[in-house]
């Protein structure tokens, strides 16, 4: 039986890089090779932020990428992690079941959010000190984090009705897993990049160039 390590992991979920594949919502507005620079862009704030998370990180991708992998190893960070089968709820519980036979607590976030740092990493570590499960709201009505500190809770998936995509998915994950638990605890909402509204939000704001 492995050892659970005292300290604690941020697992980064990313896509990826491929033109047709990524922030495919952007596409009708700046076109596949502006909807890729548009998520470098996004990638690279991301890993920056998780470069100053106070623990392990590991990158997971939805399928081999050997730029990935490199960035990862020049990081320091366990790489060539890919993600499981199925939709994002079923991934995300793989993601956290697996970290959490190896960490005491686990943070997952995806590639999509300009504002994660440091600071909003440590609320949510603080936060499952005395909780479960942990979200980051987004303005949309979706999720910019979850994290948990309970190995127990993502097996089987919870999050079997979760309406992902849409401004149901952190409501719908909350009920799932107030079936199991009622230490859930939700931070301040942040905003994050899925649409031609939150790109030109970003431009605008000077945070990532078109």
Request: proline share 3%; net charge negative.
């Amino acid at each position: 039986m492995s050892v659970r390590s005292e300290q604690d992991l941020l697992v980064v979920f990313a896509r990826a890089l491929e033109e047709g594949k990524v922030k495919t919502r952007l596409i009708p507005a700046v076109g596949e090779a502006g909807a890729l620079k548009v998520y470098r862009q996004l990638l690279d704030i991301t890993l920056d932020a998780a470069s100053a998370f106070p623990g392990h990180v590991e990158l997971w991708t939805d399928r081999a990428d050997e730029t990935l992998s490199a960035r990862a190893r020049r990081a320091g960070w366990a790489s060539r992690l890919q993600q499981s089968h199925g939709d994002l709820g079923e991934r995300m519980c793989h993601a956290l079941a697996h970290g959490l036979q190896r960490y005491r607590r686990v943070l997952l976030v995806g590639s999509d959010c300009l504002l994660l740092d440091r600071g909003y990493f440590q609320q949510a570590l603080n936060a499952l000190e005395t909780s479960d499960v942990v979200f980051g709201a987004s303005e949309d009505g979706g999720y910019v984090l979850i994290g948990s500190s309970q190995q127990r809770l993502w097996k089987p998936n919870p999050f079997q009705v979760v309406r992902w995509g849409t401004g149901h998915a952190l409501a719908d994950s909350q009920a799932a897993l107030a079936l199991h638990t009622d230490r859930l605890v939700t931070l301040p909402a942040l905003w994050d990049v899925d649409e031609p509204e939150d790109l030109a939000r970003a431009v605008t704001l000077g945070l990532i160039k078109p």
